[in-house]
């Protein structure tokens, strides 16, 4: 008598039962997070002030930043913060206000602030489009647990992408505070999801891979890309 699928998750040890648990947890729990990012940068205009010459935030002579809206406002405050100087992974062993270690990517951080000015600026509309459409792919893919993979790597490379442009983002005059560490975690918890699918665990990827997996062994290519994305 072949066992249910219900009867195989019963009998598995309490520490996996936990750890099957925990990913799931993890998943929809960021699935979550770019669900709640989406609705202030809606297209066409994706939240910005005017949805035909996009407005981004600028900073004046003095340093003062001229916030825009939405979209805008991020893609401008990245641009600005790619010229500070910025430390990543900081920590201060004894609370007295000087880092005891702190990685720096001041390359990195250039090399965004160039992509930025050069590429997603003057093409706003299409990386607006882009952005959007990766974060609800993203949502989707993680809620569901469908493809799950590829939503973990994209949430990785976004993750990446906003540590880069915008963790550490510090300006009180303008109620500008980005705790660093919060895009750090974004960065870890995608990484996890990355090297543990979390679909394969009640998500559609357990269907999905019962599928495949017959046509991967018959050499299918399609089917073998599908199969690596769950």
């Not at 993890?26 to 989406?38: E, I, K, V």
């Not at 939240?47 to 600028?58: A, E, L, N």
């Not at 602030?113 to 609800?136: C, K, N, Q, Y």
Request: charged share 15%; proline share 4%.
């Amino acid at each position: 008598m072949t066992r249910s699928r219900t009867d195989e998750v019963m009998a598995l040890p309490a520490t996996e039962y936990v750890r099957r648990l925990t990913l799931v947890v993890c998943r929809l729990g960021l699935a979550f997070l770019f669900f709640s990012q989406l609705f202030w940068k809606l297209p066409p205009h994706f939240g910005c002030p005017d949805g035909h010459s996009f407005v981004f935030t600028t900073a004046d002579s003095d340093g003062t930043a001229k916030r825009s809206t939405g979209l805008c406002d991020w893609i401008g405050i990245e641009s600005i913060w790619a010229h500070h100087e910025r430390s990543f992974f900081v920590i201060d062993l004894d609370n007295d206000g000087k880092p005891d270690f702190a990685l720096h990517l001041r390359w990195l951080v250039r090399l965004n602030g160039w992509f930025v000015d050069s590429v997603v600026m003057p093409h706003f509309r299409l990386f607006g489009w882009l952005i959007f459409a990766t974060e609800a792919f993203i949502a989707l893919s993680l809620f569901f647990g469908i493809l799950s993979r590829l939503g973990a790597v994209l949430s990785l490379l976004l993750s990446v992408q906003l540590m880069l442009g915008i963790a550490g983002a510090s300006d009180p005059a303008i109620g500008l505070q980005e705790w660093e560490w919060s895009y750090h975690l974004m960065v870890l918890l995608s990484l996890v999801l990355v090297g543990s699918p979390s679909g394969r665990l009640f998500g559609f990827d357990a269907l999905l891979r019962r599928r495949l997996l017959p046509l991967t062994a018959r050499g299918n290519h399609a089917a073998r890309l599908a199969l690596s994305l769950t």
